[in-house]
């Protein structure tokens, strides 16, 4: 008998690690493939760019060139910048983007939870939170400025308002969305609110909350180079405002690159956070 089954087994077994394998094969393909069309126009873009401006078809004054803007920030980290050193002004705008995006996230998730579940909430405070939804956030950094200084508190401010309003209006919605069956299902079983929330609502809604955060962590960083860019002493908006004021087009690409290459690893920590929390989701590589 133990002959037959294994004889049974084996075969499946087999079957199964070869499909796996086959699987590993094909998504590696399929990375491979994505990675080489990202570095072809990563190629073309930089190439056609560096021709242009060494060629003076383009002006370097205005539009530097990729080879300049390296040197630039090679520069800024064995030389040091006006302000101090590289390392310490892309810490001070890493760590305000950090703070506004984790209160900012839990915040709107906070509030977005609470207004999707309570109907009087959302009546009450809807058309209040809409109404300074429609502020541009910009015209609120000086005020935060004149209120909490030139400090860190101001550019946290900045980018938290940002990054609220993005995420809640996402919890907000996948609160909404939650199939009501699977809910009345729940409580007929005897779910308590929080039972409900932690079972039911909160992993519905788990799929627009983290999508939403691949937007949120850029507006945080935007709000931190935004406020330090109307007022600061430290950080890389400060940089790029002094490049601007001294007439440097390559100070100011090489503070953008920075940010730009900051956003993109923040972003693979989100997929890498989103894959980690709904596996059973494709999400694409």
């Known amino acids: 008998m133990k002959t037959q089954a294994n004889s049974l087994a084996n075969p499946v077994s087999v079957e199964v690690v070869s499909r796996k394998a086959e699987l590993k094969k094909a998504a590696f393909r399929l990375r491979a493939r994505n990675l080489s069309l990202q570095l072809l126009v990563f190629v073309v873009l930089m190439g056609s760019w560096q021709y242009l401006s060494s060629q003076k078809i383009i002006d370097p004054f205005f539009f530097s060139s990729p080879k300049d803007i390296v040197k630039?920030?090679?520069?800024?980290?064995?030389?040091?910048t006006t302000a101090g050193p590289l390392w310490l002004q892309f810490w001070v705008t890493f760590e305000e983007t950090v703070l506004s995006f984790i209160l900012g996230g839990i915040f709107g998730i906070i509030f977005g939870y609470a207004l999707g579940v309570n109907e009087l909430l959302s009546v009450v405070l809807g058309p209040y939170i809409k109404m300074i939804n429609a502020i541009p956030r910009v015209v609120l950094v000086p005020i935060f400025i004149l209120w909490f200084g030139l400090g860190m508190p101001s550019k946290v401010a900045s980018g938290l308002v940002l990054t609220f309003f993005i995420v809640f209006f996402n919890a907000f919605q996948g609160v909404r969305e939650v199939d009501r069956n699977l809910v009345n299902n729940a409580l007929l079983l005897g779910a308590s609110k929080g039972q409900l929330a932690r079972h039911v609502i909160i992993p519905s809604a788990l799929t627009w909350i983290l999508s939403s955060l691949h937007s949120s962590f850029g507006f945080a960083l935007i709000g931190a180079v935004v406020g330090e860019f109307v007022g600061a002493t430290q950080g890389l908006g400060y940089l790029i405002a002094q490049s601007q004021g001294?007439?440097?087009?390559?100070?100011?690409?090489?503070?953008?690159?920075?940010?730009?290459?900051?956003?993109?690893?923040?972003?693979?920590?989100?997929?890498?956070?989103?894959?980690?929390?709904?596996a059973w989701r494709y999400v694409r590589k």
């Open 72 to 80: 630039h920030i090679w520069t800024w980290a064995v030389d040091g």
């Open 246 to 278: 001294a007439f440097d087009t390559t100070g100011v690409f090489a503070g953008m690159l920075i940010l730009s290459v900051t956003a993109l690893i923040a972003d693979w920590g989100v997929s890498k956070l989103e894959k980690r929390f709904i």
